[in-house]
Each structure stands twice: as C-alpha cells, then as structure tokens.
C-alpha cells in the first residue's frame, strides 16, 4: 500500500502560479512513476505531467511551456508548478505512483481544487 498526501492548489487569478505538492509514504518500489492528472467538470481525466524515478519526464499538451515538474528521490515527493495559468487550468488535480511493473501498484491521492478565475 502506498498513500499519497497532497498540498497546494486554491484560488488564483489568469496568470498567476500555483505549486502543488504530493509526498508518497508506504511500501514504495522502485523504479516508479509519480506524476499529476487534472479532471474538470464534464471532462475525462487528463494526465498532467509525469516523472519517472529515474528524472525522464513527460508533459501533456496543456503543460507544455508552462508547468514544470520535479521530483525528491529520496524523499519520494513530487512537486508541480503552475505558471502563466488560465481559466481552463480550472481543474480537480490528482497525483499518481504506479509501478509500472507491477499492475497493483497505482495509487491516487484524494485531489486538490486549482481554479483560475479571469
């Protein structure tokens, strides 16, 4: 079992920033994946940004240019900065572990509010 605890997120106007947090606890195996979804009202889950424990990253498209992720090996944390951000930025954010070589291990934190008001 490994938990997630997140932080960050709230209330910010169009181009603004934003930082989230997400620290993982439990029974962590490695190598592993810590990364960032989004899910807005009537829309599908989209992944954000991810980290692989050994540093390669990838960004959705919406990421691209204007959020950047980073991760704390030793202390199993990831960290997700939002800059420029925009009304459709408005979104429920979830962080993610998984293991991609061991299918039962994908976890979810509870999720954090992020809305961008105009």
């Known amino acids: 079992q490994v938990y997630l605890v997140e932080s960050g997120g709230g209330l910010v106007q169009a181009g603004g920033s934003l930082r989230l947090s997400c620290a993982a606890s439990?029974?962590?195996?490695?190598?592993?994946?810590m990364g960032w979804y989004r899910q807005a009202p009537g829309k599908e889950r989209e992944m954000v940004a991810h980290?692989?424990?050994?540093?390669?990253?990838t960004y959705g498209e919406s990421a691209k240019g204007r959020f950047t992720i980073s991760r704390d090996g030793a202390k199993d944390t990831v960290a997700l900065q939002m800059d420029s951000l925009k009304p459709d930025d408005t979104a429920v954010y979830y962080c993610n572990f998984k293991v991609p070589w061991r299918p039962q291990d994908d976890y979810w934190g509870q999720g954090t509010q992020v809305t961008v008001s105009s």
């Open positions: 980290i692989i424990s050994g540093g390669s990253i």
């Open positions: 439990g029974n962590i195996f490695s190598p592993n994946v």
